[in-house]
């Protein structure tokens, strides 16, 4: 599956954007979805996550309350609705597709198949 994130800029503190990741090549509602990012110096770190089917989401302590994921299979996209920005959360968002745990809102990145080319996301304080 090919997946491509769009939807990064630059937001001051405080302010919201929604990423998306459009998913080509495989039938997308076979795969569980996550987003993972990466800022400068520092390790890819799990961000959210959301089953085949969307019952299933889950979400790292640093997002809780401000951070949403979200798909469309119809659509074949998964969303991040980012709210409450922060400047820690300036990184390189990456969207990812599982097969073998699509049941589950997996953080594990090792888990995940498919990656994306990710998307910037630059918060000024």
């Known amino acids: 599956v090919q997946l491509q994130a769009s939807g990064g800029g630059l937001v001051q503190a405080g302010g919201s954007l929604r990423l998306s990741c459009a998913a080509s090549?495989?039938?997308?509602?076979?795969?569980?979805m996550g987003w993972f990012r990466q800022a400068p110096g520092k390790e890819r770190e799990f961000v959210a996550a959301?089953?085949?089917?969307?019952?299933?989401?889950s979400n790292a302590d640093s997002v809780k309350g401000r951070f949403t994921i979200s798909r469309s299979n119809s659509q074949n996209t998964v969303y991040l609705q980012m709210n409450s920005l922060k400047p820690e959360d300036t990184a390189i968002y990456y969207c990812?597709?599982?097969?073998?745990?699509?049941?589950?809102?997996?953080?594990?990145?090792?888990?995940?198949?498919?990656w994306g080319q990710g998307t910037q996301v630059t918060v000024s304080s």
């Open positions: 990812a597709a599982n097969f073998l745990r699509r049941s589950a809102a997996s953080s594990r990145s090792a888990d995940y198949d498919y």
């Open positions: 959301i089953s085949w089917s969307g019952v299933t989401t």
């Open positions: 090549g495989r039938i997308f509602s076979n795969y569980g």
